[in-house]
C-alpha cells in the first residue's frame, strides 16, 4: 500500500511535463498578448501626444507667440502730486501709464518671475515687470483698515487690475533702510509681509543705496548682504534678484550676482540697471543675468524722446514681432522657427517651434 510503480512513476511524469508545457504556453501567450496591448497603447499615447504637440504648434501659431521677444522692465520711484524729480510720476500719469499697458495686453509679473522664467501668462498678452527703487511711502502704506491707502502706487495697480480683468497687481519694490517710511521692525515687517500675500515681490536694492562702483569685492558683498538681511530678518524669505543703486555696476559685475559677507551668502537670479532697453526674454541667449535694462517710466520730452517708458511702449506696439508674446503654456517656449538661433541651449527641451 501507498507504493507508486515505475511505470506509474513515469505516467505520473509526464502527465505533469504536459501540464506544465501546457501552463508554459499559455503564460507565453498571455505575455505576448500583453506586449501587443502594451504597443498598440504606446501607438496610440505617441498619437495622442502628436496630435496634442500639432495643436500646440497651430495655437501659438495663431497668436503670433514670440517667447523669444524683448520684455519692458519698467522703473518707478514716487509716486507724488507734485513731481520735484524727473523719476517721479504723478498719481494720473501713474494711472495713465497702467492703464495702456492694459489696454495694449501686457500682463504684469514680478522680477523672481521674469528672471527665472514662471511667465504664466494668456496666449497672446505680453509680460511686463513693474519695479519700484527706494521704498517710498508714496509707492506703498496701509490704512487704518489694513487696506492699501488710495493714491499709493499699490492702490492704484488694484484699482487698474480690478477695472482689467487678466491684468495681475503685482510687482517688485526694491526696499532700501527706509522701508515706506516705517520705524519699528513690527510696521515694516507688516509691510513686507503684505506685500508678499498679495503676490509682490520684494528685491534687494541695498540697505544703505550707496554706489557699488568702484568698491572692494569685500565692501560689495558686505553692502548687498545688509540688503539681503534687511528683508530675511523681518520676512524670512530670501530675495531673489537685486537692483543696483543708481544703476552702477561693481568693478565685476558678477560680484552683484552672488557673494557672502559674515556668514550670509546670496545667489541672485538677475541684477537690475536703471536704464535704458526693454530686456531680453530669459529664454533667449541674450538674456545677461548680471545686467538686466530698466526702463524709467517718462514722457517723450528731453533724453526720454527715445528712452523712456512712452517712447519704448510706441517703438514696441510698432514693431509686436520683437516683443515677447505668450503661447499660453508656461511649459514650452513658443517662436517662429527662424528664431530657434536666438534660443539658450538650456531650454531646447521646451521648443514649441512654428
Known amino acids: 500500500m501507498g507504493r507508486i510503480s515505475v511505470a506509474g512513476a513515469g505516467a505520473v511524469a509526464i502527465a505533469a511535463g504536459v501540464a506544465l508545457a501546457g501552463c508554459s504556453a499559455g503564460q507565453e501567450q498571455d505575455d505576448q498578448a500583453a506586449r501587443v496591448a502594451a504597443a498598440v ?8 501626444q502628436a496630435d496634442l504637440r500639432k495643436a500646440k504648434v497651430a495655437a501659438a501659431a495663431k497668436v503670433k507667440a514670440n517667447e523669444l521677444g524683448q520684455i519692458p522692465v519698467l522703473m518707478y520711484h514716487r509716486v507724488v502730486d507734485k513731481p520735484t524729480t524727473q523719476d517721479d510720476r ?9 492703464e495702456r499697458l492694459a489696454r495694449e495686453g501686457y500682463v504684469p509679473v514680478t522680477a523672481a518671475e521674469y528672471v527665472t522664467g514662471r511667465i ?14 527706494d521704498s517710498s511711502p508714496s509707492q506703498f502704506d496701509l490704512d487704518g483698515t489694513g487696506a492699501p491707502r488710495p493714491g499709493t502706487a499699490v492702490a492704484i495697480l488694484q484699482e487698474v487690475a480690478k477695472a482689467n480683468p487678466g491684468f495681475r497687481a503685482v510687482g517688485t519694490f ?3 533702510r527706509d522701508l515706506f517710511g516705517k520705524a519699528t521692525p513690527e510696521e515694516k515687517a507688516q509691510m513686507l509681509l503684505w506685500l508678499g500675500e498679495h503676490g509682490f515681490d520684494v528685491g534687494n536694492h541695498t540697505r544703505d543705496h550707496l554706489s557699488l562702483r568702484g568698491k572692494p569685492k569685500k565692501a560689495v558683498n558686505a553692502e548687498v548682504v545688509a ?35 559674515g556668514g550670509v551668502s546670496y545667489d541672485y537670479g538677475g541684477v537690475f540697471l536703471a536704464g535704458y532697453t526693454p530686456a531680453a526674454s530669459p529664454f533667449n541667449k541674450n538674456f545677461d543675468p548680471v545686467g538686466i535694462p530698466r526702463i524709467r517710466s517718462m514722457d517723450k520730452t528731453g533724453d526720454c524722446a527715445k528712452f523712456c517708458s512712452t517712447a519704448w511702449l510706441d517703438w514696441l506696439k510698432a514693431n509686436a514681432d520683437e516683443r515677447y508674446t505668450s503661447d499660453g503654456d508656461p511649459k514650452t517656449v513658443a517662436f517662429p522657427s527662424f528664431k530657434k538661433p536666438f534660443l539658450a541651449k538650456r531650454f531646447t527641451d521646451r521648443v514649441l517651434a512654428y
Not at 504723478?90 to 497702467?98: A, G, H, I, N, V
Not at 504664466?120 to 527703487?133: Q, S
Open 41 to 48: 497603447k504606446a501607438s496610440a499615447d505617441a498619437a495622442a
Open 90 to 98: 504723478t498719481p494720473e500719469q501713474f494711472r495713465t501709464e497702467l
Open 120 to 133: 504664466d501668462i494668456p496666449a497672446g498678452r505680453h509680460p511686463v515687470v513693474l519695479t519700484f527703487d
Open 174 to 176: 526694491y526696499v532700501t
Open 227 to 261: 540688503g539681503h538681511r534687511l528683508i530675511t530678518d523681518l520676512t524670512k524669505t530670501d530675495p531673489v534678484t537685486l537692483a543696483l543703486p543708481y544703476g552702477n555696476q561693481p568693478d565685476r559685475k558678477e560680484w552683484g550676482l552672488k557673494g557672502s559677507s
